[in-house]
């Protein structure tokens, strides 16, 4: 089992930055990657990014690119999202999430089908 808890969501301002934690406990060596989805309200969950546990390259949405950065820290089993230049539509629950699944393929974890388990969300609203 692997629990994970997010935080530093909140309210910034539109063109602001805010950056999320993901701290993992538990069998964190079974890991594979970890990534960050999101969820707008009355919409579907969607991929933001991700990153293999192992390191190696990086990966985000399109929409997301040049703006939001995912980063981990192995030693301390944590994940980071910064995130920049936000817009109001980037306004959503945010969740991290914990593959133990090895895919060779990396556009696998796009997927949330990819992932095990997930914290338990931390809200981000970007104002106008």
């Known amino acids: 089992q692997v629990q994970l808890v997010e935080s530093g969501g909140g309210l910034v301002q539109a063109g602001g930055s805010l950056g999320l934690s993901c701290a993992a406990s538990g069998r964190t060596s079974s890991m594979y990657a970890m990534g960050w989805f999101r969820q707008a309200a009355g919409k579907e969950r969607e991929f933001v990014a991700a990153i293999r546990w192992s390191g190696g390259p990086t990966y985000y949405t399109d929409s997301m690119k040049g703006r939001f950065t995912i980063s981990r820290d192995n030693a301390k089993n944590m994940l980071y999202l910064q995130m920049n230049s936000l817009k109001t539509e980037d306004t959503a629950v945010y969740y991290c999430?914990?593959?133990?699944?090895?895919?060779?393929?990396?556009?696998?974890?796009?997927?949330?089908?990819?992932?095990?388990?997930w914290g338990q969300g931390t809200q981000v609203t970007v104002s106008s």
């Open positions: 999430a914990a593959s133990t699944q090895y895919y060779g393929r990396s556009s696998s974890y796009y997927s949330d089908s990819a992932y095990d388990y």
